[in-house]
């Protein structure tokens, strides 16, 4: 049983892997505005504070960021920017100040999304974020020291998520927030490094 850090845990995608990794692990659950643990992602600072506070773990979860959706015609540098600095940078922090905190043979599991292999109208921002962020994981696996793994999580629309995106992505199948959590038990129980794994699509 490791312990594993779990960053966006009170989010759709957050909620599915606690329950998916709280039977074989002792998961830390982070939140940005509730929980016990709380963290700005975006603050590298604020990221370096929470492991402080921690300590050494054996793997670190990220499920948090946002983007954002409209029309590309009418986006302005400040909305486009929400998406690269939340949930770009925002993962990206974690992996840059985590890396002394996290035990030898341990793993980094980021999280993007469908938009960066099926393009979606008004998706310009999340199709940027989420191929940026495949590429830092691919890039990142080749020098990670101490065996430490990096893996990404691709999913498709949630099911829960229908509610609030369906209309981006109509004609999409929508998967299970439990089929999406056994994604990211994974990439943490799992021997890969440097791989995309899609779920749904």
Request: with cysteine; glycine share 12%; proline share 4%.
């Amino acid at each position: 049983m490791g312990k594993i850090v779990v960053i966006g845990a009170t989010g759709t995608i957050g909620r599915a892997v606690v329950s998916s990794l709280s039977a074989r692990h002792d998961v830390v659950e982070v939140g940005s505005t509730r929980g016990a643990y709380r963290v700005d992602a975006t603050n590298i600072e604020s990221v370096r504070k929470l492991f402080e506070t921690i300590g050494k773990v054996d793997g670190v979860v990220t499920t948090t960021g946002r983007v954002h959706f409209g029309p590309l015609t009418e986006t302005t540098p400040e909305q486009f920017d929400l998406g690269l600095r939340d949930k770009l940078m925002g993962q990206i922090n974690v992996v840059l100040a985590a890396q002394p905190w996290l035990n030898d043979g341990g793993s980094f599991t980021l999280t993007s999304g469908i938009s960066a292999h099926e393009p979606v109208r008004e998706g310009s921002n999340a199709s940027c974020v989420n191929l940026a962020l495949q590429g830092f994981v691919m890039s990142a696996a080749l020098e990670l020291p101490r065996s430490i793994r990096i893996n990404l999580v691709s999913p498709t629309i949630l099911e829960e998520s229908v509610p609030v995106f369906g209309d981006y992505f109509v004609g999409f199948e929508p998967v299970s927030s439990q089929r999406v959590g056994l994604a990211y038990l994974r990439c943490v129980e799992g021997p890969d490094t440097g791989r995309v794994f899609r779920v749904g699509y």
